[in-house]
C-alpha cells in the first residue's frame, strides 16, 4: 500500500482523513477543520466552508485541532473543535469553531481570540460556491443596509470583486433547489477566485481595499457566523449517483495541438546538461530560459542556455524579468549584448516588467513601472527581427488586472498554479473548472492573437502574493509551495494530461507543462517512483503529445468531467483519470489497442469499456 502511495503521488505522506456526515437529504464532508463537498440531494451546493487564517505573506497557518466531538442524531448533526493557528511571530489565534447541521441547512460559528498581536492578511470564514452549473447564472446578493442586488454569476473572469458588502447570497442549486447562504460578524466580498484557476467563486471576511497585513489585537475577541439554508420544491429531482460508466461525446475541429516547450533554470543548468536526451524522447521544440537579473542571472546562465540549445537543437525564448532600474534602452542593450557574447540564439524575446511578477490586489497602489509601449520598444530596438511576446510572468490573475497591449506584441503568454489557495489533491484537480474559462477569457480579451501559456507546473516557481514561494523540506501538500511530491507520480502525469485537454481547443502556439531538471523538471531524484535520472511519469505524458504536436484536435466531452478528461489528436484519443477511484469509460466501438501511457505504456484489455487505473493516463487506438 505504501508504494502504492508513492508511485501515485511521489510521497508516503497520506492526506487527512475525512468523515461524510449525513442528515435528511443533506450530506457534507468533514476533512482537517474544514467543510467540503455541501451536498442537497447530490448536487453540490457549496464547495467548502473553512475558517482560515493566512500570513503576512498569504501563506496557510495551519490548524492544530484538539476537542473534536462529533455528534449525529436523527435531526441531524454537530461538530466542535478548537482550531490553533501560529503566525511566523509565535502569536497563537485560538478560535472555537461548531458546526451544526439539520435536513434543511447548516450553522458554522468561530469565537476566536489571540494570546498576542497577531499579524495576518486574512483570518476568518471563506465560502466556497462551484462555478460548474453556477457560471452565468441569475443571483441575488443581500447587502449589509438590506438592499437585494439582482445579478448573475460572472461568466468571464472578473479581474476585481463582482460583489461586495455581501450579508446573504442566494442561488439556484438545481431546478427546484435553491440556497440561502448568510454571513455575519465581519464585512465579506466575493472575488472570482477562477483567476487562480480555483474552480470556484470565494466570498471571504474583510475587504481587500483595506490595508494588509493588519493585526488582530492580543485579548481581543471576535465571532464570525456563516449559515446556509436550503429551499427545495416539492418533487426536486436528485442528482445522477455516478455509477454509470462514464461516456464521451467527440468533436471534431479545425484546431492544431501546440508544440511542446521546456523550461530552463540556471540553478539547475548541471542537471539540465546531463538531461539532454530526454527532450528529444519527448519531442519538445521550444526551451523557455529564464533570466533574471535581479536574481543575480548573468552571462553565465546565458551561456548554459547557449550550450543546451546548440546541443538540442531546440528554439529559445529568453523569458527577462527586466529590472527597470535604470533607462530601459541601457537595461535592453546590454541584455542584448550579454546574448550575444554567450552565443545565444533566439527565437523569441517574452518581456515581462519584475515588478509585474508581484500581484496588485483590489485597492492597493500599482507599483512604479514604465509604460509597456516603452518597454516594447525598447526590446524591438535592441532585438531587432526577433518576435516579441509580452503578458506575465506569473499567472493569469495578473494579467487580467493589468493588461499588456496585445496590438504592440506577437504573442500574450500567462502561466497558471494550482496550489496558490489549496493543495489537497481534490481541490489541484478542480482547476481544470476554472482553467477552461481562463484561457476562454484570454480568447476574448485578445482575440486571434497569438497565445502561450507556461511554464505551469504544481508546483508554485513564484509569489506574487508574497515575498517568497513556501519551502517543503517534508514534501507535504502544502500552498505556494516550491517543491511539490506529486509532481514525481502518476498524479502529475494525470495533472499534465488533464491541462493538456483542457486547452487543447484554445489555439495555442506553445504548451510548457515542465521543466528539463530540478523540482519543476522531467527526470526523476532519488526517493522518487521513477529511478534517479529515468524520466518521471508525466515526460512520458509529454511525449505523447510532442509526438502529436499539429496534430489536428478532436474535442472530448465527459458525462463526468469531474473524474475523465481527455482530448482527440488524429487517429487516438488520450483520456487522463483525475480521481483516486478506478473509472469506468464506455468507448463507441471495440478499440484496436489501449495503452497506460504513464507506466511505460503496458498494453490493457481493449474492449468496449476500458477501467483508467486511479490517476492513469491511457492511450487509446479506434
Avoid at 470565494?202 to 436550503?230: D, H, M, N
Avoid at 524575446?349 to 509585474?356: G, K, Q, T
Wanted: contains cysteine.
Amino acid at each position: 500500500m505504501n508504494d502504492d502511495l508513492l508511485r501515485l503521488y511521489g510521497t508516503y505522506e497520506r492526506e487527512p482523513e475525512s468523515l461524510t456526515l449525513f442528515t435528511g437529504d443533506l450530506a457534507a464532508e468533514f476533512q482537517d477543520g474544514n467543510l467540503r463537498g455541501l451536498r442537497f440531494r447530490g448536487h453540490e451546493v457549496l464547495r467548502a466552508v473553512s475558517f482560515l487564517v493566512r500570513d503576512k505573506d498569504w501563506g496557510t497557518c495551519g490548524a492544530e485541532i484538539s476537542g473534536l466531538t462529533v455528534d449525529e442524531t436523527e435531526s441531524g448533526f454537530s461538530i466542535a473543535y478548537r482550531a490553533r493557528f501560529t503566525a511566523p511571530s509565535g502569536a497563537v489565534l485560538e478560535c472555537d469553531i461548531v458546526v451544526s447541521g439539520r435536513p434543511d441547512g447548516i450553522v458554522l460559528s468561530a469565537d476566536c481570540v489571540s494570546d498576542g498581536d497577531f499579524e495576518t492578511a486574512r483570518a476568518g470564514f471563506v465560502v466556497l460556491h462551484p462555478v460548474v452549473g453556477v457560471a452565468g447564472e441569475p443571483v441575488e446578493v443581500r447587502h449589509s443596509d438590506g438592499h437585494v442586488e439582482k445579478s448573475r454569476w460572472p461568466e468571464r473572469i472578473e479581474p476585481w470583486q463582482p460583489f461586495k458588502d455581501i450579508a446573504a447570497i442566494t442561488h439556484r442549486v438545481a431546478p427546484g433547489i435553491a440556497a440561502v447562504t448568510q454571513f455575519a460578524g465581519d464585512v465579506f466580498e466575493m472575488e472570482d477566485q477562477r483567476n487562480w484557476t480555483d474552480g470556484s467563486y470565494k466570498t471571504y471576511v474583510r475587504p481587500l481595499a483595506l490595508p494588509w497585513p493588519y493585526i488582530l489585537p492580543k485579548g481581543e475577541r471576535f465571532r464570525q457566523c456563516v449559515s446556509v439554508g436550503i429551499e427545495a420544491e416539492e418533487g426536486a429531482a436528485a442528482a445522477p449517483d455516478g455509477a454509470q460508466a462514464v461516456t464521451l461525446r467527440l468533436t471534431p475541429t479545425e484546431v492544431r495541438f501546440p508544440e511542446i516547450g521546456v523550461g530552463l533554470r540556471p540553478e539547475c543548468l548541471g542537471e539540465e546538461r546531463t538531461a539532454l536526451c530526454v527532450l528529444k524522447t519527448i519531442g519538445a521544440r521550444h526551451l523557455i530560459a529564464h533570466f533574471d537579473p535581479g536574481a543575480g542571472h548573468g552571462v553565465e546562465a546565458l551561456k548554459g542556455y547557449a550550450e543546451i540549445a546548440e546541443r538540442s537543437g531546440l528554439k529559445v525564448t529568453l523569458e527577462f524579468a527586466l529590472p527597470c532600474k535604470r533607462p530601459l534602452g541601457e537595461e535592453m542593450t546590454e541584455i542584448a549584448a550579454f546574448v550575444r557574447q554567450a552565443g545565444l540564439g533566439l527565437d523569441t524575446l517574452f518581456v515581462c516588467p519584475s515588478v509585474d511578477r508581484q500581484s496588485t490586489p483590489p485597492g492597493s497602489q500599482w507599483p512604479d513601472c514604465p509604460p509597456l509601449p516603452d518597454v516594447y520598444a525598447a526590446a524591438r530596438k535592441a532585438f531587432p527581427g526577433i518576435r516579441l511576446g509580452g503578458g506575465m510572468m506569473s499567472y493569469f490573475t495578473e494579467l487580467n488586472r493589468k493588461r499588456v497591449p496585445g496590438d504592440l506584441l506577437d504573442y500574450v503568454s500567462h502561466c497558471t498554479n494550482p496550489i496558490v489557495h489549496a493543495a489537497d489533491d481534490l481541490s489541484v484537480m478542480q482547476t481544470f473548472e476554472a482553467l477552461r474559462f481562463v484561457v476562454g477569457s484570454v480568447r476574448a480579451i485578445y482575440r486571434g492573437k497569438p497565445y502561450r501559456i507556461g511554464p505551469s507546473t504544481i508546483a508554485m516557481r513564484q509569489n506574487p502574493y508574497g515575498s517568497a514561494t513556501k519551502e517543503n523540506p517534508a514534501g507535504s501538500r502544502i500552498p505556494m509551495a516550491n517543491v511539490d511530491p506529486r509532481h514525481n507520480g502518476a498524479f502529475g502525469a494525470a495533472w499534465v494530461l488533464a491541462y493538456a485537454a483542457t486547452v487543447a481547443t484554445a489555439g495555442l502556439e506553445v504548451l510548457t507543462l515542465s521543466t528539463l531538471a530540478g523540482p519543476f523538471g522531467l527526470v526523476a531524484g532519488k526517493g522518487e517512483p521513477a529511478a534517479g535520472g529515468e524520466p518521471r511519469p508525466l515526460a512520458h505524458v509529454l511525449a505523447r503529445l510532442g509526438a502529436l504536436s499539429g496534430a489536428s484536435v478532436t474535442a472530448v466531452e465527459t458525462s463526468r468531467p469531474d473524474a475523465v478528461l481527455g482530448l482527440g489528436l488524429d487517429d487516438r484519443l488520450l483520456l487522463a483519470n483525475i480521481t483516486r477511484e478506478r473509472q469506468r469509460v464506455a468507448l463507441a466501438g471495440q478499440p484496436r489497442a489501449i495503452w497506460e501511457i504513464a507506466a511505460d505504456r503496458p498494453e490493457l484489455p481493449a474492449g468496449r469499456q476500458v477501467v483508467l487505473p486511479p490517476y492513469g493516463c491511457v492511450e487509446i487506438l479506434p
